[in-house]
């Protein structure tokens, strides 16, 4: 097993490199949450999952020539400290850490939520607590064992989904049991047609939509720690791609082709819907255990991010250095713990907050992870131009560039103009733009600014 310059251990395999990044994005938003943006765009939601699967998987491949060229566990504020500025990664990296503590905090909050299904009565905190010791037990030892686990919640969601859509083309094509009559595709286009909402209704959920897609940038963080990170970031992020278009396209394309698209979400989720029309009763359970594997992964996930990027952030004396240290293992023992801590308090306070507050923060943070993409773009940008300079290319070209990254960057953008516009979204926006600002103002109070001549130079 071989140790990376920053101390880490490279044992992240090609198995768990592959369903990294499909398991930070296949989550509760696809299981339960998909019912919203359906709603908002009818049949069109396919194209919007698609298109934006399309777009992220453009700033993907910014971001994997990036880690191919540079495999570190910084990842992008490690590259922006390096090739944009110093005030560039510690604004990406403290607005990736507050992104991904405050989504595990919701995630293992829904873990209680979901458990009550089958302990009714018991008490939420205890089983998002609970959650939250187990998770972050399980980072504390080698980026292995965080790897086997992701690798496996990611199996289960993957099984379900594939299953889900077995049983929707049998139907399509066959009909229900008992009834036998081919439903066909009419039910994408009969209920005012594919746009019943308009383009309009398509791109007023891309802001959902891209919700769901926020995450996918851990593969980055989790290239400091893979095996062979040459061949084993392209495998995973190329795969990307046609892994979607059948996961997320596949899964609602049989949904929406099954139901009318007007009754998706009226009796629960979409998922059980269609289990319990095939006759499975306990489709219910089915449905709840993956979406409570779907919670544990994406707080698995947001411990590991979270960790990492504070444990950079110490390196480049834009944290307390006390975070920097390596434990034996190959763990940045202390940063994560202080993560955890941090999710212990975060889930503890959460419970004595209005629910409405709590969401506003997620969303909050959802417009932040959208910065960071477009953070990426741009330090991508400037990662070219000094490819330039020194006569340098890159060993994991992206595609179309830079017309891919232009594409990309004014998607973004327009999704940000969406949220801005849309009354629903425009608070948690303007908390977003507070968050970062209180992040930004803090900047002073960093030890390598305090200490200017004590800072270290770039880990890159």
């Keep these: 097993m071989h140790t990376n310059p920053e101390g880490f251990k490279r044992s992240l395999g090609v198995r768990q490199m592959r369903l990294l990044a499909l398991g930070s994005t296949i989550g509760v938003g696809l299981f339960l949450g998909s019912a919203s943006a359906i709603k908002l765009a009818g049949p069109s939601i396919l194209l919007a999952y698609l298109v934006a699967g399309v777009m992220t998987f453009f700033i993907l491949r910014a971001l994997g020539e990036m880690a191919v060229h540079h495999p570190v566990t910084g990842s992008f504020a490690a590259y922006a400290t390096h090739y944009v500025s110093p005030f560039m990664g510690y604004l990406v990296g403290w607005g990736y850490w507050f992104y991904w503590t405050i989504i595990a905090i919701a995630e293992v909050t829904a873990v ?11 008490s939420q905190w205890l089983w998002a607590f609970s959650a939250i010791a187990i998770m972050g037990t399980v980072n504390l030892f080698t980026a292995r064992v965080f790897g086997e686990f992701e690798f496996w919640f990611a199996l289960i969601k993957v099984a379900a989904i594939l299953i889900m ?65 040459q061949s084993t970031i392209p495998m995973a992020i190329n795969s990307f791609v046609w892994r979607i278009i059948i996961f997320y396209v596949g899964a609602l394309f049989v949904i929406l082709a099954i139901f009318p698209w007007n009754r998706i979400g009226v009796d629960g989720s979409p998922f059980v819907q269609v289990f319990q029309r095939m006759g499975l009763d306990k489709a219910a359970g089915i449905v709840n255990f993956v979406v409570v594997t779907a919670a544990l992964s994406s707080c698995n996930g947001g411990i590991f991010s979270s960790g990492r990027i504070l ?25 994560m713990l202080m993560t955890v801590a941090f999710l212990f308090l975060g889930a503890g306070l959460n419970y004595f907050t209005p629910s ?14 959208i910065l960071i993409w477009l953070g990426i773009l741009y330090t991508h940008m400037r990662f070219r131009r000094r490819m330039k300079e020194t006569g340098d290319a890159p060993h994991f070209e992206a595609p179309f560039w830079p017309l891919s990254s232009l594409v990309a960057a004014a998607f973004l953008i327009g999704v940000i103009v969406i949220l801005i516009s849309a009354p629903n979204t425009r608070t948690p926006v303007l908390i977003g733009m507070l968050l970062l600002a209180l992040i930004a103002m803090a900047y002073r109070l960093t030890p390598g600014q305090r200490n200017p001549d004590n800072a270290p130079p770039t880990a890159l």
């Design 112 to 122: 209680g939520i979901y458990m009550q299904y089958w302990f009714p009565g018991s």
């Design 311 to 335: 444990h950079t952030l110490a390196q480049a004396h834009q944290a307390p250095t006390w975070f920097g240290v390596i434990a034996a293992n190959g763990i940045p023992m202390r940063a």
């Design 356 to 369: 409405e507050a709590f969401e506003y923060l997620t969303a909050a943070v959802t417009f932040i992870g």
């Design 165 to 229: 859509i077995a049983l929707g083309l049998f139907v399509i094509t066959l009909g229900f049991p008992g009834e036998w009559k081919p439903v066909g595709l009419s039910n994408l286009t009969q209920i005012g047609g594919f746009f019943p909402a308009g383009v309009a209704g398509c791109l007023l959920s891309m802001q959902m939509v891209v919700y769901a897609y926020v995450g996918v940038e851990m593969i980055g963080i989790a290239a400091g720690e893979a095996e062979n990170p």
